[in-house]
């Protein structure tokens, strides 16, 4: 599928938003879920490269978060807006969201907040939703989309590892300390990020009993379950990324 | 008005006259509609490409590797990618024989392809036990027998890489089923034309290659190997020559149809294997880049046909002018 690119913008340092036109893609994508964009024309780099769905507009767009980590992002980067965008989408299984719970915790380390945006706005429209965001990232310049959430109203809870931007720690350690003041109240956890604040989110909520969330990234082949690459060790089995999740039940995973 | 109507009656007279080309090749008894198949273990259980390609379209579908009993697979992580490649060490995970019988064969005999399934065992007997299953049931054209998958500890390429055990197990297989047989071998050997005659000798009815080879890759970072395997199968454009150098030996070395794998991502790809020799290709890896890539090379082998005047794909093979 082709998708023209209509803007593609560097936010700062190593990372870029990328707007294409996708009514297909715009028409379908659920929170959570994920596209494979071809990054490069020629065989090296070979494979496609799965990117979550940052954002959805009315305009029939859709946004792609990401940060350069490697010879596939850095080639995208350079993409210039205008072109065509080689994408296919929407793959894999996005959040559950419970209609019976009011309030969403979204806890995103570092770029992991890239498919939490898309799931704010799917709660928001819900008027009764109340959404939390715990952010953490190394430095301030990874911190991200704070002005999204803060149209969303949401509350925002920051952390960064070097205190260069709300408190000094880590962001599961800023979590924990808000779970002690539930008092009994249900939330629902969504989270993304390293896999080490992935598991520690996962233990924290489990031991209060709150259902959790956790889109998780994998090195991927084909992004639609032919491959079998993208395995992780489930409770019963390997399971994969790209068809059992992304998103994943947190307790589904053997952490 | 008449002479109007005729006239695009005559045109449409000619246009009937100028044929597509045929693209059927005849396989080990199977009749094939083009030369194109897919390769085992790069196109899961075939249903899944089903939202991206009609099946229809395929002169065959190979399945991902099947054993008597399902297997786990390797731990992660499985895949990496390397210049103009990728290395796998996924470890033949399946759901095993009777689950697919059960659950898989029954949405893909609906197509109108050919089913050719690829099985493997960690012993002689478990070959035969998957092909004695395979045998009883309908609807699965051919075997495709694996006796080249690096990955493993037992079976695969430890079998594949000995002359005598790869006899062996050839042999069983072929005395415990009356489908037809393609052995797929191992391009980790010395001479490839030694594994592709015992193939001819132990009564398969074709041979495949090129299986993956055997490959590594390092994280300088972290100094690990990029595998939870440590080593791992290199696919991709990357081993296309060697492929086909591979199957051009074999070609001239045995009398049975050579199927060609290795590295094809477009339809010019798979016309230099038919050249060499290669009876029918397989698309493997160019799968994930890009789901429809069978059905690209289908008809880009049709448009190179018609291009040149030629009627019949069969005037191809093996017409490489050296």
Redesign the interface.
């Known amino acids: 599928m082709k998708a023209k690119i209509l803007s593609h913008l560097n936010l700062a340092g190593p990372y870029y938003k990328l707007k294409l036109y996708s009514p297909y893609i715009y028409k379908n994508a659920m929170p959570g879920q994920f596209a494979m964009l071809?990054v490069g024309e020629t065989?090296?780099?070979?494979?496609?490269r799965p990117f979550s769905i940052h954002k959805k507009n009315p305009d029939k767009t859709i946004e792609i978060l990401y940060k350069i980590v490697g010879k596939?992002t850095g080639l995208l980067s350079t993409i210039v807006k205008g072109k065509d965008m080689d994408i296919?989408g929407p793959l894999g299984n996005g959040f559950v969201i419970d209609k019976k719970i009011k309030n969403h915790t979204l806890v995103a380390g570092g770029i992991g907040i890239a498919p939490l945006l898309f799931l704010a706005h799917e709660l928001s429209r819900d008027k009764r939703s109340r959404i939390t965001l715990f952010l953490g990232a190394r430095h301030k310049e990874d911190i991200l989309c704070i002005q999204d959430f803060k149209i969303l109203k949401a509350r925002i809870n920051i952390s960064t590892e070097d205190g260069s931007l709300g408190k000094q720690g880590l962001i599961s350690e800023l979590f924990e300390v808000s779970l002690a003041d539930l008092n009994g109240q249900k939330i629902a956890v969504y989270s993304c990020g390293p896999n080490n604040m992935l598991r520690e989110i996962h233990r924290l909520a489990a031991a209060k009993g709150l259902p959790c969330q956790v889109s998780l990234e994998?090195?991927?082949?084909?992004g639609?379950?032919?491959?079998?690459?993208?395995?992780?060790?489930g409770k019963e089995?390997?399971e994969k990324v790209c068809i059992d999740g992304p998103v994943f039940d947190a307790g589904e995973i053997k952490w | 008005m008449v002479a109007k109507a005729e006239g695009k009656r005559l045109k449409a007279k000619g246009k009937k006259e100028k044929q597509s080309p045929n693209l059927s090749v005849e396989i080990a008894g199977m009749v094939l509609k083009n030369p194109v198949m897919t390769a085992s273990?790069?196109?899961?259980y075939g249903i899944?490409?089903a939202p991206?390609i009609d099946l229809n379209r395929l002169g065959a579908i190979v399945l991902?590797g099947l054993s008597a009993r399902p297997r786990?697979?390797n731990?992660?992580?499985?895949?990496?990618?390397t210049?103009?490649?990728?290395l796998?060490a996924?470890g033949l995970?399946n759901i095993g024989a009777e689950a697919f019988i059960k659950e898989k064969l029954p949405l893909l005999t609906k197509y109108d392809t050919k089913i050719i399934l690829n099985i493997f065992g960690d012993s002689i007997p478990e070959y035969v036990e998957v092909a004695e299953v395979f045998d009883r049931v309908d609807g699965i054209t051919g075997l495709e027998i694996n006796i080249s998958c690096p990955n493993v500890q037992k079976g695969g390429m430890v079998f594949g890489a000995d002359p005598v055990i790869a006899s062996e197990v050839l042999t069983a297989v072929r005395n415990a089923t009356s489908l037809p047989l393609i052995a797929k071998l191992s391009p980790n050997v010395t001479d490839i034309t030694t594994f592709a005659k015992i193939a001819e000798d132990s009564g398969c009815n074709a041979v495949s290659l090129i299986n993956t080879l055997l490959g590594m890759a390092v994280d300088v970072r972290t100094k690990r190997p990029m595998l939870a395997n440590i080593t791992g199968g290199l696919s991709?454009?990357a081993i296309k020559p060697v492929a086909l150098r591979m199957v051009w030996q074999a070609a001239k070395a045995v009398k049975i149809p050579v199927i060609g794998i290795g590295g094809i991502?477009t339809a010019e790809d798979a016309i230099e294997f038919l050249l060499v020799g290669a009876r029918a290709v397989q698309i493997g890896?160019a799968?994930?880049?890009n789901?429809t890539a069978t059905v690209d090379i289908i008809e880009g082998i049709e448009e190179y046909l018609t291009k040149n005047n030629l009627s019949d794909i069969n005037q191809i093979i093996g017409r490489v002018v050296i």
């Open positions: 071809r065989s090296d780099p070979l494979l496609r596939g296919i994998a090195r991927m082949g084909c639609i379950g032919a491959c079998l690459g993208c395995a992780v060790e089995g390997y | 273990g790069t196109f899961g899944e490409y991206y991902k786990k697979g731990p992660p992580p499985r895949i990496c990618e210049p103009s490649g990728m796998n996924i995970e991709g454009p991502m890896t799968n994930f880049v789901p």
